[in-house]
Nanobody, 126 residues
Framework: QVQLLESGGGSVQAGGSLRLSCTASGTTNSHNCMGWFRQAPGKEREGVAT????????YYSDSVKVRFTISQDNDKNTVYLQMNNMKPEDTAMYYC???????????????????WGQGTQVTVNS
């Protein structure tokens, strides 16, 4: 089992920045892919970014590419999402996820996590 704890959400003006953190605890060597998803009211959940905890390769959705950066600190079992030049449409509940993939390329666009955090709210004001 893996427990995920997100932090760093809040409110920001359009054009501003926030950094989300997700710290994994429990059986932390049981996952090799982590990522961030978001869900806005009335919309489907969207995969935002993923990172292979073994190889470090990353994936970004087109809506956040260039503006968001996912990174990791393996010593701290923590994944970060740096969000820059934020837009009102980035407003959502952001969830951290972790899981296992058999092949590295699976840690990307179509990945769906096995373990989930409780979520952290991000609001971008225009």
């Amino acid at each position: 089992q893996v427990q995920l704890l997100e932090s760093g959400g809040g409110s920001v003006q359009a054009g501003g920045s926030l950094r989300l953190s997700c710290t994994a605890s429990g059986t932390t060597n049981s996952h090799n892919c982590m990522g961030w998803f978001r869900q806005a009211p009335g919309k489907e959940r969207e995969g935002v970014a993923t990172i292979s905890t073994t190889f470090g390769n990353t994936y970004y959705s087109d809506s956040v590419k260039v503006r968001f950066t996912i990174s990791q600190d393996n010593d701290k079992n923590t994944v970060y999402l740096q969000m820059n030049n934020m837009k009102p449409e980035d407003t959502a509940m952001y969830y951290c996820a972790a899981g296992v993939v058999l092949y590295n390329f699976q840690c990307g666009r179509w990945w769906n996590g096995n373990y989930w955090g409780q979520g952290t709210q991000v609001t971008v004001n225009s």
